[in-house]
């Protein structure tokens, strides 16, 4: 068996600064050695140990899907020690990549349903993957209706924004972008998540509702999706947890008996339901 | 294979043999405490001792390891490559391992030997191990091995079981390996059927001595949430300093960090222990951290290892009475005292 902490080199490509305040960007990676991407076959939802060679890993869902081949994508919010550095790279240096990790979405089990996908702030980049994936051309038919309900603080902080602008013109996605306040351009829904969720209704027929946010946004959203008819085995979250190892050995982001990197990250509710949560 | 006997005075010629062959560790008497280290004069081999301060797991799992280096200079053809620095597997053996340490190298294997991932640090180490154990004849007054399915003589995870009969040592070859290490160093006498009974009594006395047990028969059924919302947390985490200590000392600890080092333009990946007593061990990069309390803590440490381990692994609690953390926990917090409020409560 090989190595699981050795990473694959890669080269960062290209960067998009996601946000106004210039605190998320993507970077786009391209495998060094050739043969290191065909061992790196994902789906949506799994996730990958990123190394800053200097100042070590951490771990963060693939914003790209698999239909996109050649490079992968990362979407990093500065906010400690690997993040920033990350953030101080450019294009043309390297950066080490070790994956994928995790189970990611049951993308087999979702074909033929309806899909609806609820993305709060940064926690979108892996739902954003997912939505790629579905509207990939050999992929679509395969999946019923696909509706996206997407929140960000303000409009400066929605991420993806020409995917957004791409996806607002299609006729086979139902995509709505809320923001929890306004600025003078902006001429779209104003609110809170769970409200949106709650007005928009999407029907829970033959679907599932994949929930993906801060906790705070999952905590009062839950009722919501489960009032409109969501069943908890019908209701899919992606936790986050803080990960060194990301294959189940260094002992800390276990919820109860199961370990978020390798039992998770993707969990119905049904499955947390009987496991603890250590809310301070 | 039948048993065997090795002399006391004949068992410096036969480390001697060994040395040979194969690293040999034993334990050794540091500044008032035992720790394994590496074998230097057989003639001063001293097996009088209850037992290690630290488990000997660090001779699989280092406190610290450096796991990969590369090197961050442009101008280097394989800069941010990263590379394995050579490693020692060199074939070695433990000698006077006691049973309860080596059971417990069985219950953490499951962790680093998964069924999608293999440590292979880990797994290297632990094929290039004989372990020669040394049963306890005078057990401890906080030893509990005899109710977390170990004792004093418990075989499990040994490749040879050592009785001290006095003048003489009895050997138990367990495994092929350790049959196979008994006849390289020229251990081939059989054990009288007299020696055979000494041993059995030895042990029967051994186990009759052990005088703390702890309930673990309900620790299954119970559900985790109910554990989990018990009322008892904190009053056991009231005296807690985190210190960390008994994750340290626990030979079934093995939670890790990984950092990188980085010293000019050389870079080292470094695997060091962390605990779950420390709370920078969960906190995350925004600020939000799960168990930021104490109380969340010293729960985290015992419902992993008398609740979440059983329920995920089937393989017992993750203990295996050895006391450590009950003789070196500077404000008292005993285990033992935990197994009883979680299994009756």
């Known amino acids: 068996m090989k190595n699981p902490y050795i990473p694959f080199p890669m080269r960062i490509d290209n960067v998009v600064i996601e946000t106004d305040d210039r605190d998320i960007k993507t970077f ?20 990958a140990e990123l190394s800053d060679f200097n100042k070590g890993e951490a ?16 979407t990093i919010a500065k906010a400690g020690v690997v993040t920033t550095a990350l953030h101080n790279r450019e294009v043309g240096e390297i950066v080490g990549v070790r994956g994928p990790l995790g189970n990611g979405f049951p993308v087999d089990t979702l074909r033929g349903k309806n899909i609806v996908m609820i993305g709060g702030g940064f926690g979108f980049s892996t739902l954003r993957a997912l939505t790629t994936f579905v509207l990939d051309e050999a992929n679509r038919p395969t999946f019923g209706d696909i509706t996206v309900i ?3 603080r303000n409009p400066g902080q929605l991420l993806y924004k020409d995917d957004l602008e791409q996806w607002g013109k299609r006729h086979d996605l ?17 609110g809170l998540i769970p409200q949106i ?6 029907s829970a027929e033959n679907a599932y509702i994949l929930v993906c946010g801060p906790p705070v946004m999952i905590k009062f959203t839950l009722p919501v999706t489960r009032e409109i008819g969501f069943l908890p085995e019908r209701t899919l979250l992606s936790l986050e947890m803080r990960m060194k190892c990301g294959v189940g050995m260094c002992g800390r982001c276990n919820i109860g008996s199961k370990y978020v990197c390798t039992d998770g990250p993707v969990f119905s509710c049904a499955q947390l339901s009987g496991l603890l949560f250590d809310e301070s | 294979m039948s048993d065997k006997v090795i002399k006391k005075e004949e068992l410096p010629n036969v480390l001697k043999i060994l040395k040979e062959t194969y690293e040999v560790f034993v334990p050794v008497k540091e500044k008032g405490f035992y720790r394994f280290k590496v074998l230097e004069d ?15 797991k660090s001779l699989l799992f280092p406190q610290s390891e450096r796991m990969f280096e590369y090197s961050l200079d442009e101008a280097d053809e394989d800069a941010y490559v990263i590379k394995e620095p050579p490693k020692d597997y060199a074939p070695t053996v433990v000698v006077g391992m006691r049973p309860c340490d080596a059971k417990a190298l069985r219950l953490v294997d499951v962790n680093f030997v998964n069924p999608e991932f293999k440590d292979p640090w880990w797994a290297r180490r632990l094929e290039s191990l004989t372990l020669i154990g040394l049963g306890c004849k005078e057990p401890c007054s906080t030893c509990f091995c005899t109710s977390v399915n170990c004792g ?30 008994l006849k390289l160093a020229g251990v081939s006498e059989d054990a009288t059927s007299d020696l055979n009974k000494q041993a059995e009594e030895s042990k029967a006395k051994a186990e009759k001595q052990i005088i703390s047990h702890v309930p673990t028969d309900k620790l299954k059924e119970k559900k985790a949430i109910d554990l989990f919302d018990a009322s008892f947390w904190d009053e056991v985490a009231f005296a807690c300093l985190n210190c960390g200590t008994c994750t340290f000392l626990c030979p079934t600890c093995w939670c890790f960090d990984i950092q990188d080092e980085v010293n000019k333009k050389k870079g080292d990946r470094i695997r060091n222990w962390d605990s779950c007593m420390f709370p920078l061990f969960t906190l995350h990069a925004s600020g939000h951290n799960p168990r930021s309390e104490k109380v969340q803590r010293v729960r985290q440490r015992f419902m992993h290892k ?29 285990i033992r005292e935990v197994f009883k409020l979680m299994n009756e409560t």
Not at chain 2, 44 to 56: C, G, I, W, Y
């Open chain 2, 152 to 181: 004093p003589f418990n075989e499990e995870g040994l490749d040879v079981l050592l009785f001290d009969l006095g003048k003489n040592y009895m050997a138990r070859a367990i495994t092929e390996k350790g049959a196979q290490l």
């Open chain 1, 174 to 190: 139902n995509l709505y972008l809320t923001v929890d306040s306004r600025d003078d351009e902006w001429s779209g829904r104003v």
């Open chain 1, 197 to 202: 969720t709650k007005e928009i209704a999407p």
């Open chain 1, 28 to 47: 786009s990676l391209s495998f060094i050695h050739k043969e290191d991407e065909a061992s790196f076959a994902y789906i949506p939802g799994q996730f």
């Open chain 2, 306 to 334: 008398l609740k979440y381990y059983l329920d995920k692994y089937d393989n017992g609690v993750a203990c295996v009475g050895c006391g450590r953390c009950v003789n070196y926990c500077p404000v008292n917090i005993d």
């Open chain 2, 42 to 56: 057989e003639n001063k081999v001293d097996l009088n001792f209850t037992n290690t301060r630290l488990s000997p």
């Open chain 1, 59 to 74: 771990p963060f869902g693939m914003a790209s899907s698999p239909t996109q081949k050649g490079s992968l994508e990362f």
């Open chain 1, 150 to 152: 997407y929140g960000a």
